[in-house]
């Protein structure tokens, strides 16, 4: 049976392109949502011209009410019953409640190699620990910032010349291997991690 695949972003969304483009030919899965919570996120447009239906629920519009914003999120999930859910870019902090929901069924990428540097600035803080390497991790969405079981991780080396920037510019291709290959995986019900390289 095929899974139905939403993805949530919050900007440009190049993880929902790669991941939207491996859905074809004989994989597990396809997309039939993406939604974002903020109106002008590039990615809406890149998903329009793939013909994937998309969605906006605007978190500025339930100004700090977090479980108002998830009730309208979880509304318009209804709409498309996805069978997985996949953050890729998603900026919102989501409560115990909406994470126990989609508990099992829910997969973020976060650029660090987990749990090395939970939360933001991940590139700049290995660079200021004089970290050798760096990467990015898939990984189960659970109540626990950044903090669900590993479903794959990719590594990089990083360059003594490197900045924040170039560090990021150089692990988003291979975000963009990792995640597919853990879906085509987590879509079978296969939870070997994906290691790359
Ligand atoms: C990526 O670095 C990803 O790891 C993080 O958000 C950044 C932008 O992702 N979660 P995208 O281009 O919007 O997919």
Not at 166 to 194: I, N, Q, S, W
Request: overall charge negative; proline content about 6%; glycine content about 8%.
């Amino acid at each position: 049976m095929t899974k139905r695949v939403a993805i949530l972003i919050s900007g440009g969304g190049s993880n929902m392109v790669a991941l939207a483009q491996s859905m074809v030919g004989d994989h597990p899965a396809r997309p039939v949502l993406v939604l974002s919570n903020d109106p002008d996120a590039g990615g809406l447009a890149k998903a329009a011209d793939l013909g994937i239906t998309t969605a906006v629920v605007d978190h500025r519009s339930f100004h700090n009410d977090r479980s108002a914003f998830e009730a309208e999120l979880n509304a318009s999930l209804e709409v498309s019953q996805p069978d997985i859910i996949c953050l890729a870019g998603f900026m919102r902090i989501l409560t115990a409640d909406f994470t126990a929901r989609w508990d099992g069924r829910m997969l973020n990428i976060h650029p660090s190699l987990l749990p090395k540097y939970k939360g933001l600035h991940t590139h700049a803080r290995a660079l200021d620990a004089g970290d050798s390497e760096h990467g990015c991790t898939v990984h189960q969405v659970t109540a626990a910032l950044d903090g669900g079981p590993i479903l794959g991780q990719a590594r990089i080396a990083v360059h003594a010349d490197d900045t924040a920037d170039t560090l990021a510019a150089r692990l988003l291709p291979m975000e963009h291997a990792l995640y597919p290959a853990v879906l085509r995986r987590f879509a079978r019900g296969d939870m070997t991690p994906v290691m790359l390289p």
